[in-house]
C-alpha cells in the first residue's frame, strides 16, 4: 500500500505564492509517476502536472505553465507543487496522485493513490 500526503495549502492574496507538499510512503516499488491535479466543487478533477519518480522528468500543463513547477526531494521522497502568481481561479482542493504503469498520463482515472488533498484559497 502507499499512502500519499498533502500540505502546505492555505489562503494567500492575487499575485502571491505557495509551495504545496506530497509526502509519499509505502511500497513504492511500482509508482512510476506523481501528479498534481486539483478540484472546484461540481467540477472534475483537473490535471496540472507530473513527475516521473526518479525525478528526471517532469510536465506541466499549459494551463499553468510558467507560474507552476514541480520538483521532488530525492532523500525524503517528498513531491513539491511551487506555484507562484497566484491567481482568485487557482482556488481549489489541491491533490497529488502517485501512479503505477505508464508514467505519461493527464488522466485522473490512471492515477492508483490520492492523498486527502490540500485546500487553496487565493482572495482578490
Known amino acids: 500500500q502507499v499512502h500519499l500526503a498533502e500540505s502546505g495549502g492555505g489562503r494567500v492574496q492575487a499575485g502571491g505564492s505557495l509551495r504545496l507538499s506530497c509526502s509519499i510512503v509505502?511500497?513504492?516499488?511500482?509508482?512510476?509517476?506523481v501528479g498534481w491535479f486539483r478540484q472546484t466543487p461540481g467540477m472534475e478533477r483537473d490535471f496540472l502536472g507530473r513527475?516521473?519518480?526518479?525525478?528526471?522528468?517532469?510536465y506541466v500543463a499549459d494551463s499553468v505553465k510558467g507560474r507552476f513547477t514541480i520538483s521532488r526531494d530525492n532523500a525524503k521522497t517528498m513531491m513539491y507543487l511551487q506555484m507562484n502568481d497566484l491567481e482568485p481561479q487557482d482556488t481549489a482542493l489541491y491533490y497529488c496522485?502517485?501512479?503505477?504503469?505508464?508514467?505519461?498520463?493527464?488522466?485522473?482515472?490512471?492515477?492508483?493513490?490520492w492523498g486527502q488533498g490540500t485546500q487553496v484559497t487565493v482572495s482578490s
Open positions: 513527475i516521473t519518480w526518479n525525478g528526471a522528468h517532469t
Open positions: 496522485g502517485a501512479k503505477r504503469g505508464i508514467s505519461s498520463s493527464e488522466n485522473p482515472e490512471h492515477y492508483d493513490y
Open positions: 509505502g511500497n513504492t516499488a511500482d509508482i512510476t509517476a
